[in-house]
């Protein structure tokens, strides 16, 4: 920072150029195009649905609402978009409205170049510092956004006319910047009038007051589809006015799903246990976000958050550890047994429709029993179980449960050799723990498979011939 310019006359003899703030994204998102690089960090499953949608918006220059139902990424790509602004922008020094050396708009800035000319002071704020954003609610008012007038100001001496007692609002406040606004519709339909020069006419009057600021501002906002919020609307002119809306969706396999909670669920550690998440485990848990999302017991308008997959991994890799903690184990490996903690974290990211009350329950663990079933199809052919289902039918019994040690259910591949293939292709390793997670979850995809039946008390389970 101490190379750059500090007053305007050192600016202008840097060559610098002023930009509107949507021609500077425009600049910047083309260089990352043509580079091949992403937009928008850390959000998977859009790479030819939306973010085609989102480049197409900022090279032509609009303003954007994102919509979509909850947990679909809105936030985190609208808060990307500061890394498009250039890192650093020089400013009037003191400005709160981050006033264009070359350009001045408040007050403040134009009395200041004006006595100081080219001896004018520069500050160069951070991309950071650019954006500004506001979640909506039904009190948000128009002196929040716009601006109002300060009584401390009026009080230290200045006339009630002086533009100096005004008060910012946040809008102003991210002038050559962007704007963002979260749930939009939650917005009283009377102050979204008061953005409507903002998105066209690119100013905003505050008050009575008798002057007019010509902002450059980038707006941005997000929304859950207007079928499903009843707390308000967006009002027609103000949707007119923005340039782009882009549907946003979830992941559309379970293979994005999957990488989607990899990136986002936090770690188990320091607590004395290893957690080791298997494959196959992982995508039961994306399976039945997935399910979910298609069951007609569900209600599909509130939608089923991403967040239910990183919660349900979390609390399915939280279970796990808690049974190696109390069996005295180093090693945890998620089992089918700890698929039972996940009604906890999954009662409350879906809405059940036309269920009785309390059946809530028997929903969730029908799903979890399906989820199983198909990551169970999808990785172990049943033909290579034949001879150990055969082994069953000779009167062999096999216990498993939260209760029994990982070298418990690995003497399961003793009495039953003949599962080994499938268990070892399962678990991916030698270790007990992982063996054992193995042989469990053969067993229950056998009796869901209607091979074995299972008797289920308390922590228990035996598996027996059918």
């Known amino acids: 920072m101490t ?37 928008v960090e850390s959000v998977l499953g859009y790479e030819h649905t939306v973010l085609p949608q989102v480049e197409n918006a ?20 609208i ?35 004006a006595e100081k000319g080219e001896d004018t002071p520069i500050e160069w704020v951070h991309r950071d510092t650019r954006f500004g ?23 230290e001496g200045r006339y009630l006319s002086d533009e100096l007692t005004l008060h910012y609002g946040l809008v102003p406040r991210t002038n050559r910047g962007i704007f963002a606004i979260n749930e939009l519709p939650d917005l009283a339909e009377r102050i979204q009038v008061g953005l409507l020069n903002v998105l066209e006419e690119r100013d905003v009057q505050v008050r009575g007051y008798k002057i007019r600021l010509p902002l450059d501002v980038m707006l941005v906002a997000s929304a859950n589809p207007e079928d499903y919020t009843n ?45 080791e998440m298997p494959a196959y485990m992982a995508e039961v848990v994306a399976t039945l976000s997935h399910l979910a999302r298609q069951s ?25 550890a808690r049974r190696a903690l109390r069996l005295g184990e180093h090693e945890a490996v998620p089992r089918v047994s700890d698929l039972e903690g996940l009604a906890a974290s999954t009662a409350g990211k879906i809405e059940i429709e036309s269920m009785d009350e309390g059946r809530d329950g028997v929903l ?10 198909t990551v169970f199809r999808a990785r172990v052919p049943m033909d290579t179980l034949r001879e150990a289902i055969g082994a069953f039918d000779g009167g062999i019994v096999a216990h498993a449960g939260d209760d029994l040690s990982s070298a418990q259910l690995v003497e399961v591949l003793g009495q039953v050799p003949s599962l080994r293939p499938a268990v070892v292709g399962l678990a991916g390793s030698e270790s007990p723990a992982a063996l054992g997670a193995a042989v469990e979850f053969v067993l229950e995809g056998l009796h869901l ?4 039946n299972k008797d289920a008390a308390g922590a228990r389970a035996t598996y027996r011939a059918r």
Request: charged share 25%; net charge positive; no cysteine.
């Open 79 to 113: 808060r990307s978009l500061t890394g498009l602004l250039d890192e650093w922008l020089p400013i009037v020094a003191g400005s709160e409205i981050l006033d264009d050396p070359y350009h001045p708009v408040s007050r403040h800035a134009r009395d200041l170049v």
């Open 449 to 452: 498979s209607k091979r074995l």
């Open 58 to 77: 900022l090279l032509a220059g609009h303003d954007i609402i994102f919509l979509g139902e909850r947990g679909q990424a809105k936030t985190r790509m």
């Open 231 to 275: 707390r308000g609307r967006i009002i027609t002119p103000l949707k007119d006015r923005f340039g782009a809306q882009i549907r946003t969706h979830y992941p559309l396999d379970v293979d994005t799903e999957i990488a989607v909670v990899h990136q986002e669920a936090r770690p188990l550690d320091d607590i004395g246990v290893r957690v």
């Open 296 to 320: 007609p017991q569900v209600n599909q308008r509130s939608g089923v958050s991403v967040r239910l997959s990183v919660a349900n991994y979390e609390t399915l890799a939280a279970s796990a």
């Open 133 to 155: 954003e506001k979640l909506a609610t039904p009190d948000t008012s128009i002196a929040d956004l716009i601006g109002e007038v300060d009584p401390i100001k009026v009080a």
């Open 3 to 39: 190379s750059r310019a500090a007053t305007l006359g050192q600016l202008r003899d840097s060559g610098w150029r002023s930009l509107p703030v949507k021609e500077e994204v425009r600049r910047n998102a083309a260089r990352r195009i043509a580079a091949g690089q992403p937009l």
């Open 364 to 373: 969730v663990e029908r799903m979890l029993s399906q989820a199983v079933l």
